[in-house]
C-alpha cells in the first residue's frame, strides 16, 4: 500500500486523486480520519453519498470487519490516542530500530495495542483492494506516527513523503474555509504555529526514511510542473504501468473517487486544471512570510527551496 504523508494543505490530496487514476491504484481518503467522521459522524464520501449509504464502503466494512460499529470505531480512537501520536515517534523509531536489529531494547509502549491497532488498518487496506480490484491502496493520512505505526507492525508500505514551500502552507492555514460535509470553518493556525508543525511532520518522515522504510519525497511545486514525470516516477516505485491517459495538456480528468475524509478537492469529478497556487506570495503578509521562513529555513534549503529564501530577510 501507498501512505502519503506531509503537513496537511500541501497538496497530498490532489496527488492522491491524480494516483487514483491511474489503474490498479484505489484512493482511500485520510483513513485516519475515517472512525470518526465516517463511521461516527455519517459524512459523506466523495462520491457524495453519507458514508453509510455508499455501496463501496459498506462492502469494505463488511468484508473486514462484519460490518461498521460505533464500538469499533471509539476503541480505534482510544488506541490512537495512546500509540498514534506525534510524541511517540521517538519511541516507534527506536522499536522499529529494534526490529531490524534484534536488539534487546523494550519501550514504553503497549506493543500488543500497538499490534491490534495497525491490525484494523490491515484489515480495511486489505478489504478496500479487494472490493476496488486494485492490488494498490492510498491512504493520504499524512500523519508520520501513523505511518511509523504501520512500519513497526510490518505492514508493506511505500511512504510518498510531499512537501510545499512552508510560506504557502502557513498562508492556507491561515484563512478562513468551510469544510463543504457540515459547513463548519476548517482549522486556523497562526504561522508560527504551522511553521512549527511543518517542521516537526518532514523530521518525522526524515526520520522514517533513515530508519529503512522506503521513503519517496514529492515537491508539491515539481507535482504542477511535470505532474507525467512525477506520476512516471511513483508509478515505477509501486510497481505499476505508468497509463497516464487522465493527463490533458494543461490539467487532468478525474473520476468519482470513494475517500472517505480529506481535502475538499475530493469531491471534484471532471476536468481540472494543475496550475500552481502562488497567490499566498501577495496576499500572505511580508511579516507572515519572514516569520515562516526564519523557522523553516534548514528544511526549506534541504528541500530544494533555497531560491525562494531570497528577498525574505530573517526577523
Known amino acids: 500500500m501507498v501512505f502519503l504523508g506531509g503537513l496537511g494543505r500541501s497538496g497530498t490530496t490532489l496527488l492522491e486523486r491524480l494516483l487514483g487514476e491511474v489503474p490498479g491504484i484505489a484512493p482511500l481518503g485520510e483513513v485516519v480520519h475515517l472512525w470518526a467522521r465516517s463511521v461516527l459522524a455519517d459524512e459523506a464520501c466523495g462520491c457524495r453519498e453519507s458514508f453509510a449509504a455508499c455501496p463501496f464502503?459498506?462492502?469494505?466494512?463488511?468484508?473486514?470487519?462484519?460490518?461498521?460499529?460505533?464500538?469499533?470505531?471509539?476503541?480505534?480512537?482510544?488506541?490512537?490516542?495512546?500509540?498514534?501520536?506525534?510524541?511517540?515517534?521517538?519511541?516507534?523509531?527506536?522499536?522499529?530500530?529494534?526490529?531490524?536489529?534484534?536488539?534487546?531494547?523494550?519501550?514504553?509502549?503497549?506493543?500488543?495495542?500497538?499490534?491490534?491497532?495497525?491490525?484494523?488498518?490491515?484489515?480495511?487496506y486489505n478489504a478496500a483492494g479487494e472490493i476496488a480490484d486494485c492490488p494498490v491502496v492510498v491512504d493520504s493520512s499524512k500523519h508520520a506516527s501513523l505511518a511509523f505505526c504501520l512500519a513497526v507492525a510490518g505492514v508493506d508500505v511505500q511512504v510518498v513523503h510531499v512537501v510545499r514551500d512552508p510560506r504557502a502552507v502557513a498562508h492556507s492555514w491561515h484563512r478562513r474555509v468551510e469544510r463543504p460535509e457540515?459547513?463548519?470553518?476548517?482549522?486556523?493556525?497562526?504561522?508560527?504555529?504551522?511553521?512549527?508543525?511543518?517542521?516537526?511532520?518532514?523530521?518525522?518522515?526524515?526520520?522514517?526514511?533513515r530508519s529503512g522504510v522506503p521513503v519517496t519525497r514529492v515537491r508539491y511545486e515539481d507535482l504542477i510542473e511535470a505532474p507525467a514525470d512525477t506520476l512516471r516516477r511513483l508509478s515505477a516505485r509501486i510497481g505499476l504501468p505508468p497509463r497516464l491517459d487522465f493527463l490533458t495538456d494543461d490539467g487532468a480528468r478525474l473520476s468519482t473517487a470513494h475517500t472517505a475524509s480529506g481535502n475538499p478537492m475530493r469531491f471534484t469529478v471532471g476536468r481540472i486544471r494543475l496550475a500552481r497556487d502562488d497567490g499566498w506570495r501577495t496576499a500572505a503578509p511580508s511579516q507572515h512570510r519572514r516569520l515562516v521562513t526564519a523557522l523553516t529555513w534548514p528544511l526549506m534549503i534541504k528541500y530544494g527551496y533555497r531560491r525562494a529564501l531570497q528577498g525574505e530577510t530573517r526577523v
Open 57 to 124: 464502503w459498506c462492502k469494505v466494512g463488511e468484508r473486514a470487519f462484519g460490518g461498521w460499529s460505533e464500538e469499533r470505531a471509539r476503541r480505534m480512537l482510544a488506541l490512537r490516542s495512546r500509540v498514534d501520536r506525534t510524541r511517540r515517534i521517538p519511541v516507534l523509531a527506536r522499536l522499529l530500530a529494534e526490529k531490524q536489529t534484534g536488539a534487546g531494547w523494550w519501550p514504553a509502549l503497549d506493543t500488543a495495542e500497538l499490534d491490534e491497532y495497525v491490525a484494523a488498518y490491515r484489515g480495511l
Open 182 to 209: 457540515d459547513g463548519h470553518p476548517m482549522t486556523r493556525w497562526s504561522p508560527a504555529r504551522t511553521s512549527l508543525h511543518w517542521m516537526t511532520e518532514n523530521l518525522g518522515f526524515e526520520l522514517l526514511a
